[in-house]
């Protein structure tokens, strides 16, 4: 242990001076801790499952929608492809508003592209749909994500009103 002399002058300007390279150990210091959040901010947003929605977006097209009447037959409503992306047909669903009117198979079935002019529809049939108003709606689901792509209103006397709105992400 050393001891001050009485004799001996204490250069005060030194005792209380830091090293000059304290600056170093802070900045590496504040650079460690932002790295580590970015990462726990990363890592935390995966593991809660945000980062699987990220990607899945709905396709953005525009589709337009009419009720075809075929006469002895049921009717269908036949939906067109009028531009934007392409659209697997698998992941493509018809929706009817009123559980008293039921959809038959689509046309083409499901296997295939629905891409600008195509064409893709459904038959209505049955049981009565002279009764109520009814919207059926083609609808994007490919698991991940669900986008009703257009709606059309069919009324009860036969005639109809189509949304012919782009898609937005839902």
Same mark, same amino acid.
């Given at each position: %242990? ?11 300007? /030194?005792?209380?001076?830091?090293? *000059?390279?304290?600056?170093? #150990?802070?900045?590496?210091?504040? +650079? %460690? ?7 726990? =901010?990363?890592?935390? &947003? ?10 899945? /977006?709905? #396709?953005?097209?525009?589709?337009? =929608? *009419? ?12 939906? $067109? ?7 697997? +047909? ?11 009117? *039921?959809?038959?198979?689509?046309? #083409?079935? !499901?296997?295939?592209?629905? /891409?600008?002019?195509?064409?893709? !529809?459904?038959?209505?049939?049955? #049981?009565?749909?002279?009764?109520? $108003? &009814? &919207? ?9 994500? !669900?986008? &009703?792509?257009?709606?059309? *209103? ?13 898609? $937005?992400?839902?």
């Amino acid at each position: %242990m050393s001891r001050w002399r009485h004799n001996e002058t204490m250069n005060l300007k /030194s005792a209380f001076q830091d090293s *000059e390279r304290a600056v170093s #150990p802070v900045i590496g210091v504040i +650079l %460690m801790v932002a790295i580590t959040v970015i990462l726990a =901010a990363v890592i935390g &947003t995966f593991v809660l499952g945000l980062g699987d929605s990220l990607g899945g /977006s709905a #396709p953005t097209a525009s589709i337009d =929608a *009419e009720v075809v009447e075929n006469s002895g037959g049921d009717d269908e409503i036949r939906f $067109t492809h009028e531009g934007g992306d392409t659209i697997e +047909l698998d992941n493509l669903e018809y929706v009817t508003s009123n559980s008293n009117v *039921e959809l038959g198979s689509a046309s #083409p079935s !499901s296997s295939g592209d629905f /891409s600008t002019a195509s064409t893709t !529809s459904v038959a209505i049939t049955g #049981p009565d749909t002279s009764i109520e $108003t &009814t &919207t059926i709606s083609l609808v994007f689901n490919n698991g991940d994500t !669900s986008a &009703t792509l257009a709606s059309i *209103e069919v009324e009860g006397d036969g005639s109809s009103s189509a949304d012919d709105s782009e898609v $937005t992400v839902v």
